[in-house]
Each structure stands twice: as C-alpha cells, then as structure tokens.
C-alpha cells in the first residue's frame, strides 16, 4: 500500500488518513453508511470520526472537530447537510487536510446567504485542496481496499485494469456494480467538479501501474486543455481512452445564425476532438462495457483484422449483415488456411470468413479456429456462440476456447449473440483464464470495431503528411480585416465582402456591388455572361430564402429585370458575380465554447440541413487529414468523377479548405461564426460564391 507518493491527488485517491465530518451511529444515517463502507474491504489506514455530539460512535472514539484531530488527515468526507459545507470546509483548510469529498448537490444558498458552489469552489481553491464532488458518489479504490461511497457494493473483490470516470452518479453504480466481472483499479464519480475534473483524475489514471483502459461517462468538459494534455499522456503510454459523451442532441448546441454553425454542435466537436486524440467513442453503455473489457486484456492483436468462427449459418448471416455498415474487416484467408479448413469441414460446408465450422456435429471447433489463428492475415480470434448452462456442448466450447487460447499469441475473444443466455459459471471461468467475454451481437462488433481501428491506427500514426502552408497574410491585413469586424459587430451586421477571401487566398469569381444599373451592364458587357444576381446587405443573412438571389442571367435584359426585382426587395447594391458550374459544397468555422474555433466541410447548398453530410475539423488538421475526412463523405463521389464529372484533386480542395481555415484562426477574435455557402467545384476550379461572417459580439449581444 502506498508504495509511491508522487501525483497531486494521491491525498484525495489514495489517502493515508480520512475524516468522516457528520459520523454516526445511527442506523440508515448516511454518516454510518460512508464509515462501513470506508471498511468494507479492509481499508488500512486511519479513519477519524468528527461529530461533537458523541465521545464515542459504536465503540470508537469521535472527535468534537477537525481542529481536535492528532495530526492533518488527507482527506476530508462531508456527510452533512449542504447548508454547513462552507463553514467546514473552511474548517478543514484551516485544520491543513489536502483534499475533500462533498455528495450532496451543493445547490442554493448556506445559512450565511453565500451561494454554494462558488463559495465552496473558492475555498477549496484558496486552501490548495482537491475537492471530488459535489453532488457525487464518491470513488472506489481497489488498488488500496478503499470504497469512500455512501452506496457501498458487495461484489467488489480484487482490483482489475480498467478505470472509470463518470459525471452520472447513477450510470457510475451500475457500471461499478457489473456482474461480467468486470473489474476495477479506481472508479470516481466526478458530479459538479467544483475544483478536481475529468482532465485531473485522467492525468493521476494514467500514472497508475494497473490501468490499461479508462472509461469516461461524460455531460462536458470544463479543462478542455488540460483534458487534451490528459489525453496525450494517456495515449502516449498505451492506455486506451473510451468515452460515452452524454447530451448528444440539439439540446447541447449553441444557437447558430449559420448553416455550418447548426450543424457543428458539440457532438460533432466532440467526436471530431475523439478521432484526433484517438479516444474511443461510444454509444451506450452495453457497448462501453464490452469495449472495456476486449481493450482490457493483454493481449494485443497482431493486424486490424478478425478470424470469426460460429456454429450456426443463421448466426453467422447476421454477424455479416450487423458488421457490414460497422465498417468491420474480416481477414481474407491464406491459400493454405482455406486448404487446412477444407481438411477438417464436412463435405458441402464453404470455407469463409466469418467461417461456419458445424456441419454433422463433428467437434472440429478447435482446430478450426486455430487454423484461422494461424493465419498471418488474421490479428484476433473470435468464437461466436450462445453457452447455456447445462449442456453438453457448452463444454465443447469451453474446452476449445482454452485450447485455442493456448495455442496462439493472438488474442482469443468470445462473443454471445443472445447475452441472457450466457452461463455466468463458464463466463467468470473464460474471463479468469484472460479471455474477454462480449455480450450481444451488435455491442460485441461495434467493440471490436473499436478495437481492431484503434490498433492500426497505433501502427499508422506517423504516416501524415505535413500540412501545407497557406498564403502568408501580413499583420496589416489581419488587423484591418479584425477592426472591420469590430465595427460590424457594434452595427449588428454581418460581413459579406469577397476581398476578405481574396486577401486570405481563397478564389472567388468576378464580382462587381453596385446600387447602379449602369457600372452593372458595363461589368457584364466585361465579364461575359451568364451572371449571378443577389442582394447585397450584411442584414440578410440567407438571401436565397427571401428570393434574394437569381440565377441564369443570359443577357442584358434578364440582367435589368433581375436588377430591378432585387431593388424591390431590399433597395440598395446587387452584387454581381460570374456564375460557375460545379457541385456546391460549404464550409464553415463556428466558435465552439469550451475548445475554441471548429471548421465544417460538407455538401453544402440550399439542401444542406436536410442532408447532412458533413465533417468537423480541427485547427490541428493537416492537408492530408483535412483530404481524409473528405474523403469519408457520402457525397465525395461528386468530386471523383461520378456520373461523368470532372475529377477534383482531392489535395488541392484540402488546401483550399486549410486556407480558410487559416483565415478563420487568424480572425478568430472576431469571428463567431463564419461560412461559405456554396464553394463551388469543378475539377480543378474551386471558388467561393457566397460569404457570411458573423461578428463575434454580434452574437454575444
């Protein structure tokens, strides 16, 4: 116990001494609850009981207050009313504990008219302690026996590999409360995180010996950057980070006078900072349970690839059907494996992958699933089967996963496809012996989607490609564009002006504003027709839903009667431009609220709400990342050549994309939202024909 002392919330995680403010004897009082809990396990070190009403509580000496204590605890446990935290928390600072523990919900005002969790939040601060909660479960510690929880479990034995994090403190307990014998080193209900958060529980996680996974349930995160640097770290030592982000829908979004700044809500920022950080993202919790478990055993696969054996055609039919849209690679089999394969089936039976090797009840199972272990291409081995209790061949199948399991480095995974049907006896049995048990068919894919992606890309981290440099843009201009914004946010107008592309590099197409019909016929008569017509005011933020923009103006006298319906509508300049062919795309920048400027790039048009097919982009991304993403688009065969189209070089659009994107951190002091709607692409002539910027304070306003 305690061998290292190192990492600033061992007071907090791994206390020597604990103080329980609010002891009691009385039975069902949440102050006898913690103590029991606290020595459930076997808890080692010292427990002090604070509670001036007793000498004595069940035996054990109590203490009037902290101040009485022999010497400064670690850790101090509120198990009062929230009303009193404030006065004694400042009574711990004052008695020098490091750190405290609060579960109640901290809400409202203390007695003293003070509201709590500001108060409670500087206090801690100013004290220097680390503070878990409010409004918590509290942790369980089974490196040091320690379960400093009012809800106390009984099924907690020895510690395991993974850990949890979570912001629901019910989500916690049942996570923590698991029968699938999945085991923990720390678990932490982090509630409000008034002082400690997510990113510092991380950081301590990672510099435990026995972590190898960590989960995290989580509503948001209030450290984005040292929630980065957390992840860094953990990737950086090989533990895998999984995470549940709670809140996904509408719900969690800022309100956005943009298409792109609807469409970039923070489920998509998220994903996008979980893709770049490597984090494994998560749906549900069935599928983080069994995501946790596979990434929690030694061994690790040699390739991306599964080798899947079952005993049932039907089965075997909806592992293909279920892993198909997962994206979920099967290895292609060796001549020589198909050839062992071939020796061992039954006559009629096709050699395959995902393989079904039952044919006349012959129990080849092991020797089918190590020739697919045997195979280079294959990097783990799965068996896909029910085991119910009491039959027969549910021995087969354990004797076979351990003969398997003996026969190969690779890892060896079983996955049930009914998961109540699974024996609790054999599972606990396949688990003791380091094989991972997954329960249900989709979660158990989707987990070993999760897997196989997250280890090539380990092997594949260093093959991007540097970014590519955009124009250089002097100071000069980055300030004149910035107090230009400056001045449209005290108008509350947006900027729409097509020089603040041309100034950061990024083509548009001939383009005349004018309020005069004249300069308008002189700039066709130059430019050529056709030509593009639209309102020009930084007031109307989407013309085209108000009729404020046409198209196909093939001669002077469409152009004079285009002039004129546009005057109607908004009297004042008509911006003129060229009109390009091409596939419409957008691209945009909103400011994400907690991790700063994010970029949009997808299908773009008048339809781009409706379908919503789009990628979120970080500031970090390269060229080649940024060409990767749009890659993944459903849409990307447009700028492939599709139905006859020109080909796009793929690069050449990224580094248009990183241009803007550029702009967009080079302007983001004044910048809150920012698109081009549409950029329009034609092989190799990529132009923006629209242009919205919205002031910073605009919004704010």
């Known amino acids: 116990m305690y061998a290292t002392r190192e990492h600033r919330l061992d007071a907090l995680l791994r206390p020597r001494s604990i103080a329980i403010v609010g002891a009691s004897g009385r039975e069902g009082s949440f102050g006898k609850q913690l103590r029991l809990s606290i020595e459930s396990l076997g808890y080692e070190g010292e427990v002090f009981l604070i509670n001036p009403k007793y000498e004595q509580i069940d035996g054990l000496p109590a203490y009037p207050s902290l101040a009485a204590l022999p010497h400064p605890v670690d850790c101090v446990a509120m198990a009062i009313a929230d009303k009193a935290l404030p006065h004694n928390l400042e009574l711990a600072v004052t008695a020098q504990a490091r750190s405290a523990l609060m579960f109640g919900r901290a809400y409202g005002a203390a007695d003293d008219g003070r509201e709590l969790m500001p108060t409670l939040s500087a206090i801690a601060q100013a004290g220097n302690m680390q503070l878990c909660g409010a409004n918590c479960m509290g942790y369980v ?10 809800f106390p479990f009984s099924t907690l034995s020895e510690p395991g590999h993974v850990a949890l994090v979570s912001h629901s403190g019910s989500t916690w307990s049942g996570i923590v409360g698991n029968l699938r014998q999945l085991r923990f080193n720390y678990a932490i209900s982090a509630g409000q995180e008034l002082v400690t958060g997510v990113a510092d529980y991380i950081d ?29 770290r953990a990737r950086t030592q090989g533990i895998a980070v999984i995470a549940l982000k709670l809140g996904r829908s509408a719900q969690g979004q800022v309100f956005a006078q943009s298409h792109s700044g609807a469409m970039s809500g923070s489920a998509d920022v998220y994903d ?47 592992i293909a059907d279920v892993a198909e849209p ?52 294959v990097g783990t081995v799965v068996m896909a089967t029910n085991i119910p209790d009491g039959q027969d061949f549910t021995n087969a199948c354990t004797a076979a996963l351990e003969k398997t399991y003996a026969g190969t480095s690779k890892p060896v995974v ?27 068919t989709e979660t158990a894919l989707r987990a070993l989607r999760h897997y196989t992606r ?54 548009v197409p001939a383009s005349l504003s004018t309020a005069d019909l004249a300069q308008a016929l002189d700039f066709a008569s130059a430019t050529g027709y056709p030509l593009v017509a639209k309102i020009d005011s930084p007031d109307i933020a989407h013309k085209s839903d108000m009729g404020g923009v046409i198209l196909g103006i093939h001669n002077e006298d469409a152009l004079r009667e285009a002039f004129a319906r546009l005057q109607s509508i908004a009297p004042g300049p008509v911006l003129l431009q060229q009109q390009l062919q091409g596939s419409e795309w957008i ?74 994107m550029r702009m967009g951190l080079a302007l983001q002091s004044g910048v809150a939202e920012m698109e081009i709607n549409p950029l329009l692409v034609d092989g190799h002539r990529i132009a923006a024909v629209d242009l919205l910027v919205i002031p910073l304070s605009e919004v704010n306003s």
Not at 141 to 150: C, F, I, V, Y
Not at 424 to 437: F, N, S
Not at 478 to 491: C, G, I, P, S, V
């Open 141 to 150: 510690n089974l490196e040091d026996r320690l379960q400093m929880t009012g």
């Open 204 to 232: 301590f996680l990672v510099d435990q010996p026995s972590t190898r996974v960590i989960c995290l349930v989580l509503e948001t995160v209030r450290q984005p950057e040292a929630f980065l640097a957390a992840l860094g």
């Open 272 to 318: 996008a900072i979980f893709e770049r950080h490597g984090v494994v993202s998560v749906r549900t919790l069935d599928e983080l349970m069994d995501t946790a478990e596979l990434f929690a055993a030694a061994r690790r696969p040699h390739n991306g690839s599964i080798g899947l054996g079952c005993d049932s055609g039907g089965e075997r039919q909806l």
């Open 326 to 377: 997962l994206g979920l690679s099967f290895a292609p089999l060796s001549r020589a494996t198909v050839t062992r394969l071939e020796g061992l089936l039954d006559p009629g039976i096709e050699v395959a992958n995902p393989l079904d090797y039952w044919g006349d009840g012959n129990d080849i199972i092991a020797d089918a699933l190590l020739a697919l272990a045997s195979d280079e291409g």
């Open 414 to 440: 079983l996955m049930g496809n009914v998961a109540n049907t699974m024996s609790p006896t054999e599972c606990a049995r396949y688990r003791a012996a380091g094989i991972p048990v997954l329960m249900g």
């Open 454 to 507: 997250y280890h090539d890309r380990l092997a594949a981290r260093a093959e991007h490609a540097p970014a590519l440099a955009a124009p250089s843009v002097s100071a000069a201009v980055t300030e004149r564009w910035l107090k230009r914004l400056q001045q449209a946010a005290q108008t509350q107008t947006s900027v729409q002006d097509f020089d603040l592309l041309r100034d950061f590099g990024v083509s």
């Open 587 to 660: 691209l945009g920048m909103k400011q994400d609220p907690q991790f700063g400027p994010t970029f949009t790039f997808g299908c773009g048009g008048i339809f781009v709400e409706i379908l919503k097919d789009y990628t979120t982009l970080l500031p970090q991304d390269s060229v080649a990342q940024i060409r990767q993403k749009i890659q993944s688009l459903k849409a990307y065969p447009l700028l492939a050549g599709a139905r006859g189209r020109a080909v796009t070089d793929a690069t050449k659009l990224a580094a248009v994309v990183h241009a803007f």
